[in-house]
């Protein structure tokens, strides 16, 4: 199966900084869509950002200008650096894919990492 490992959560003070991880058991999940996920306690899920091999980036307008996702493939590795932390950015952030190249309005993503917590403090 698909195996996601987030890392990179933590506490920080509002307009502090992190740089989240999500390393893939394999170089051939790269190749795939992946994105970040977050939800909050009694909140829905919410799409963060996700991006392809092909040049498809998405970012939530809730994020745009603060948060840059990025990928190595050669490392089977997807990052999310987030700048400017504002305590509505808290929330339990999670990693996934699916086995499709392209991202694209409505796809499913059904393969999802265990999570990494970000709390942002005010």
């Known amino acids: 199966q698909v195996q996601l490992v987030e890392s990179g959560g933590g506490s920080v003070q509002t307009g502090g900084s992190l740089r989240l991880s999500c390393v893939a058991s394999s170089y051939t999940y790269t190749t795939y869509c992946m994105g970040w996920f977050r939800q909050a306690p009694g909140k829905e899920r919410e799409k963060v950002a996700t991006m392809d091999p092909y040049g498809s980036i998405y970012y939530a307008d809730s994020v745009k200008g603060r948060f840059t996702i990025s990928r190595d493939n050669g490392k089977s590795t997807l990052y999310l650096q987030m700048n400017s932390l504002k305590p509505e950015d808290t929330a339990m952030y999670y990693c996934?894919?699916?086995?499709?190249?392209?991202?694209?309005?409505?796809?499913?993503?059904?393969?999802w990492g265990q999570g990494t917590q970000v709390t942002v403090s005010s």
């Open positions: 996934a894919t699916v086995r499709e190249s392209y991202c694209y309005a409505g796809l499913l993503f059904n393969y």
